[in-house]
């Protein structure tokens, strides 16, 4: 017969209900985590998607993310004859704001050569873009489905295809467009400006700037190698794609990530604190059974295996409730949370851990309990 | 009424004391107690609240270590010189001692059966044969009818009986009793007594209580009284005078 069990079954409600409490507290601590990993993914996500192994930028810039860079659209054609580059694209970044169906979206607008590496990485619905102009593939999270139509600066675009997951480290939705809409998009003034700027007898200034070339490399090359052929033209950089992360994930996104991973921290040490305050609570309401118990004849190890059973009972259980309530409403948050099973499996552990060290304040209650309390009213 | 047999006694206890602190703080809650109990014996304690008789209760039950003294029961010297004989305290108890409580302190979350089962288990009897003479003791002190249900559904007269019950189901020959009637009404009471006479009878074993109920003093052989940690006997029989009992 096992008391941990009885004992359970006949405080089920209770149980149950303890369990729900921490399994909502674990819930938010997963959550937490999956925010934190969330962030990084994100961060990620834009930098990964061209599928490359350099990024040549501005002189003395870490951009296209992390700082601007501006640098001539024909520089993609030079970084395409470079010994051990098989592909390059010119791309530019920038963020604008949209209108659609009455609602104001904040778009991240990558502007690729379709033909060339840039563009989105997968397709989940609808197709790839097929025309020069005005055709768009979006991410999912921007809410646009496909046929849609969205006015961008002075052009109207027409959604062709969906992408998943695509959104830049501040958690706006990617759109693609093509490189020309893209820089018109960008660097094209207002007629009213333009026609200051004609009065003002400034040069027409050239479209054909991007915000960086993005190159793929044999797979024996070393890109390393590449990046100090390419700074050797003193007016451009290049990063490979390691620090390309590395830039995104320690700089851009550091201070968040930083913030969050405390947060979590202290939300694991609270969990923690409440788990050992339940574990020590439940084993003090219990104190004249385990009297009763003892005076009867039960062995030191009957008890503490009750009350570590028990503890590891409501650890596992909230455990589980918690990781079944954050599955399930993960993707309603409106930024991305992303839940690895080590991440689960580690705070499993941990919290196994925590069971296991809370029990031991009640397992020590428990093994000072006089059996003489048992006797008497 | 059952005179002392010239057996060996089951509980035997030779000038034990027990004292609490030390110089300016010390109590003396059992001073030089002898006292011998022979099977088939009901003998009750009596006396003031602080007189010592859980404290006395509880060197018999083996929970609580003396200052000084012998003690043996069942014919092994468990205690000499105050100090034990024997490392595990739990088997002894296990083995040779039940224990009735004021408050049936049945656990809660297991049936009828299963808290009596249980102390057959802790002693090593395979949890279908434990469940097996817990239903044979239930039935034997007529509250087998009630062997599925929980302590909370409980009357304290069944309540007070299966306890009895868990009390033997290791078959003790020492059976400890603390206020086994003070929750119960006089004919629940009487119907208790009558059952510790029984098993006392029919099982050749000793039952010591701590009693303040003056309704059941005519059920005992025996009655001794403590004051200030020392035992007095009054008598063979049940006779004791009130004034005695309601100190």
């Not at chain 1, 990084?40 to 930098?47: F, G, H, S, Y």
């Not at chain 1, 592909?87 to 209108?99: C, L």
């Not at chain 1, 991440?343 to 093994?367: D, E, H, K, T």
Request: overall charge neutral; glycine content about 8%.
């Amino acid at each position: 017969m096992n008391l941990a069990y009885r004992d359970i079954r006949y405080n089920l409600g209770r149980f149950l209900l303890t369990c729900l409490g921490l399994g909502l507290l674990l819930g938010v601590v997963l959550a937490m985590i999956g925010i934190y990993r969330g962030l990084v993914v994100e961060a990620l996500t834009i930098a990964r998607a061209p599928a490359v192994d350099l990024w040549v930028v501005e002189a003395n810039t870490r951009g296209p993310f992390a700082e601007a860079s501006r640098i001539p659209g024909d520089i993609r054609e030079a970084i395409a004859r470079i010994a051990g580059v098989v592909a390059a694209g010119s791309i530019t970044y920038q963020t604008v704001e949209a209108q659609h169906q009455g609602t104001k979206l904040r778009l991240y607008v990558i502007g690729y050569e379709p033909t060339r590496p840039g563009g989105p990485p997968e397709i989940v619905q609808g197709r790839a873009i097929a025309r020069n102009h005005y055709e768009m593939v979006a991410d999912r999270t921007a809410g646009l489905e496909t046929g849609d139509e969205i006015r961008l600066g002075r052009s109207t675009f027409t959604v062709v295809g969906l992408t998943q997951h695509q959104v830049n480290s501040g958690g706006d939705p990617a759109i693609y467009i093509t490189l020309p809409d893209a820089q018109k998009l960008q660097f094209d003034l207002a007629p009213p400006a333009q026609r200051v700027q004609l009065a003002r007898g400034a040069a027409a200034a050239s479209r054909d700037t991007v915000n960086a070339v993005v190159a793929r490399l044999q797979p024996n090359a070393s890109a390393n190698a590449i990046a100090d052929t390419v700074q050797r033209w003193k007016h451009l950089s290049a990063i490979t794609q390691e620090a390309q992360e590395a830039i995104l994930s320690r700089s851009l996104v550091d201070r968040a990530r930083r913030q969050i991973g405390l947060f979590t921290s202290l939300l694991l040490v609270v969990s923690a604190v409440i788990i050992a305050l339940i574990i020590y609570t439940m084993t003090m309401e219990k104190l004249k059974q385990i009297a009763t118990l003892k005076l009867i004849g039960a062995s030191d190890r009957t008890i503490i295996g009750m009350i570590v059973q028990q503890a590891l009972a409501l650890g596992l259980t909230g455990f589980s409730i918690g990781v079944a309530l954050i599955v399930n409403i993960k993707d309603y948050f409106p930024r991305r949370v992303v839940l690895e099973p080590d991440n689960v499996l580690i705070l499993g552990f941990i919290v196994f851990v925590v069971c296991l060290l809370s029990s031991g304040l009640g397992v020590r209650a428990a093994l000072r309990v006089d059996p003489a309390m048992a006797l008497g009213g | 009424m059952l005179t002392p047999s010239e057996d060996t006694p089951l509980v035997r206890l030779d000038r034990i004391s027990k004292h609490f602190g030390e110089g300016e703080t010390r109590v003396d809650a059992l001073r030089d107690v002898s006292l011998k109990v022979y099977p088939r014996q009901l003998i009750a304690l009596l006396g003031p609240s602080g007189s010592g008789k859980t404290t006395l209760l509880n060197v018999i039950g083996c929970i609580l270590d003396p200052s000084s003294g012998m003690m043996e029961l069942d014919g092994e010297l468990v205690i000499q010189d105050g100090r034990w004989q024997r490392s595990d305290l739990r088997r002894l108890r296990l083995d040779k001692i039940g224990f009735i409580f004021q408050f049936h302190n049945l656990l809660p979350f297991l049936n009828v059966t299963d808290n009596v089962a249980i102390v057959l288990q802790l002693a090593g009897v395979d949890w279908a044969d434990a469940r097996k003479r817990a239903v044979e003791l239930l039935d034997y002190l007529e509250v087998g009818h009630r062997k599925d249900a929980m302590p909370a559904n409980l009357s304290g007269g069944e309540g007070q009986r299966v306890a009895i019950a868990r009390a033997l189901a290791n078959r003790p020959r020492i059976i400890l009793a603390d206020e086994p009637t003070a929750a119960l009404d006089s004919k629940r009471a009487e119907i208790v007594m009558d059952l510790l006479r029984k098993l006392a009878i029919e099982q050749d074993a000793a039952i010591i209580a701590v009693t303040h109920d003056e309704k059941i003093f005519d059920r005992f052989d025996h009655i001794f009284q403590l004051r200030d940690g020392r035992l007095e006997d009054s008598g063979d029989g049940p006779s004791i005078s009130m004034d005695m009992a309601q100190a």
